[in-house]
């Protein structure tokens, strides 16, 4: 079936450096898709999206990359901070005029101080 | 979060009850949804609304049952069907209930079996 899926499931970086935070999907029909963050015992908070019809976006310290080619986008955190560790989903509507958001299993970010 | 509320944080179950979780949102979005979190995984969706009386099941519908009498309300009860109910249970919103939209979350419903 369809699928979005991390790469990873724990990632530790040092503060300041930068992280990277994989994701790979299975449906080339996939138009959208979505990055959260989960702090423990709390909801899921929307970081950032994109389209199919763009490579690349840009919000404050993060950068989410589109690679339709090869099914694979990432979550680029810039100077990473303390209050960036937590568990970060990738998320996609796999199929056009879907309503229905999958979600990949999550990478748990740990920031070194 | 800001706007969806859900109740209660914590629940408990016995067995052979059902139980209801509440979602309340005031936010004035269409659709709402229902997704389960065990530990260490992703959210599944177990049923989600686009419009008043009116929803879907989702991919573990199963054990649950939902209502959409208003707008702003869409409670889900976990029946005494759902044999492994221990889990995060999150609702979201969407504003526009067409397709392909970002999801807003609530803070949570953890249900743990007696």
């Known amino acids: 079936g369809e699928s979005v899926g991390l790469h990873l499931p724990t990632l530790s970086v040092q503060e300041g450096d930068n992280s990277i935070i994989n994701c790979a999907y299975s449906n080339s029909a996939s138009d959208y898709f979505i990055w959260y963050k989960q702090e423990s015992g709390k909801g899921p908070q929307f970081i950032i999206d994109?389209?199919?019809?763009?490579d690349k976006r840009q919000g404050q310290r993060v950068t989410v990359l589109l690679n339709k080619t090869v099914k694979h986008l990432s979550l680029q955190i810039a100077a990473t901070q303390p209050g960036d560790s937590a568990v970060y989903f990738c998320a996609g509507y796999l199929g056009a005029g879907s309503y229905q958001l999958t979600f990949g299993k999550g990478t748990k970010l740990s920031v070194i101080p | 979060d800001g706007g969806i509320t859900q109740s209660p944080k914590y629940l408990f179950r016995k067995e052979g009850q059902n139980v209801t979780l509440s979602c309340e949102q005031n936010l004035n979005h269409d659709a709402m949804y229902w997704y389960r979190q065990d530990p260490g995984q992703g959210l599944r969706l177990i049923y989600y609304s686009q419009i008043v009386n009116d929803f879907q099941k989702g991919d573990i519908a199963e054990g649950y049952s939902v209502s959409r009498e208003k707008k702003e309300s869409f409670p889900l009860t976990v029946t005494s069907a759902q044999k492994n109910p221990t889990a995060f249970y999150l609702c979201?919103?969407?504003?526009?209930?067409?397709?392909?939209?970002?999801?807003?979350f609530g803070s949570g419903t953890q249900l743990s079996v007696l």
């Open positions: 979201a919103t969407c504003g526009t209930g067409v397709a392909m939209e970002k999801l807003f």
């Open positions: 994109i389209r199919s019809n763009m």
